[in-house]
Antibody, heavy 121, light 107 residues
Framework: EVQLLESGGGLVQPGGSLRLSCAAS????????MSWVRQAPGKGLEWVSD????????LYANSVKGRFTISRDNSKSTLFLQMNGLRAEDTAIYYC??????????????WGQGTLVTVSS | DIQMTQSPSSLSASVGDRVTITCRAS??????LNWYQQKPGRAPKLLIF???SLQSGVPSRFSGSGSGTDFHLTISSLQPEDFATYYC??????????FGQGTKLEI
């Protein structure tokens, strides 16, 4: 069974930093690209970042580019999101998700339960 | 960036109804379109990928259609567990996988 477990959320002041982790199990982690998706309180889903299975390629939403860094440790089946220069508008539940690639079509087929990040003074 | 617009934003229906949710892309995305279901306090769940392919384990009352810029998610006979928020997502652009704003399906 695929399991994704996020951790590292919490309360941080504006301008501060936080590092989220996502521990994966139940599948060959290095074979899959992974994503972070966030959801502000009462709002919709926003794709944040994506990283290839090897970790060599990464993509970012314009809203976080230059502030957030996605990475992974395939030896520990763990995905990370380093968040710097945090703003109030970064307050959200952050989900990690597995990218499923089928005949060229990408979808997010497994999700963690999410971790809440609150940016406030 | 490709923008995704869903309609309606909210929808009231009854058990047994047939409902359709629409998602429109700001440019052609061929059939690179996914649908997700999210219940309150829960993570999203993949329903449909590639516009019309049913994800494993998803009931057959869910179906997807469309290509280019206009897409539809249809639930043929609403069940009590289907009341949730539904999101479309484009996976055509390799630079960003944009979501629609969501459609809340209420009793």
């Amino acid at each position: 069974e695929v399991q994704l477990l996020e951790s590292g959320g919490g309360l941080v002041q504006p301008g501060g930093s936080l590092r989220l982790s996502c521990a994966a199990s139940g599948f060959a982690f290095s074979n899959y690209a992974m994503s972070w998706v966030r959801q502000a309180p009462g709002k919709g889903l926003e794709w944040v970042s994506d990283i290839s299975g090897s970790g060599s390629d990464a993509l970012y939403a314009n809203s976080v580019k230059g502030r957030f860094t996605i990475s992974r440790d395939n030896s520990k089946s763990t995905l990370f999101l380093q968040m710097n220069g945090l703003r109030a508008e970064d307050t959200a539940i952050y989900y990690c998700a597995r990218d499923s690639l089928y005949r060229g079509y990408v979808s997010l087929d497994s999700w963690g339960q999410g971790t809440l990040v609150t940016v406030s003074s | 960036d490709i923008q995704m617009t869903q309609s309606p934003s909210s929808l009231s229906a009854s058990v047994g109804d047939r409902v359709t949710i629409t998602c429109r892309a700001s440019q052609s995305i061929r059939n690179f379109l996914n649908w997700y279901q999210q219940k309150p306090g829960r993570a999203p769940k993949l329903l449909i990928f590639a516009a019309s392919s049913l994800q494993s384990g998803v009931p057959s009352r869910f179906s997807g259609s469309g290509s280019g810029t206009d897409f539809h998610l249809t639930i043929s006979s609403l069940q009590p567990e289907d009341f949730a928020t539904y999101y479309c997502q484009q996976s055509y652009s390799p630079l960003t996988y944009t979501f629609g704003q969501g459609t809340k399906l209420e009793i």
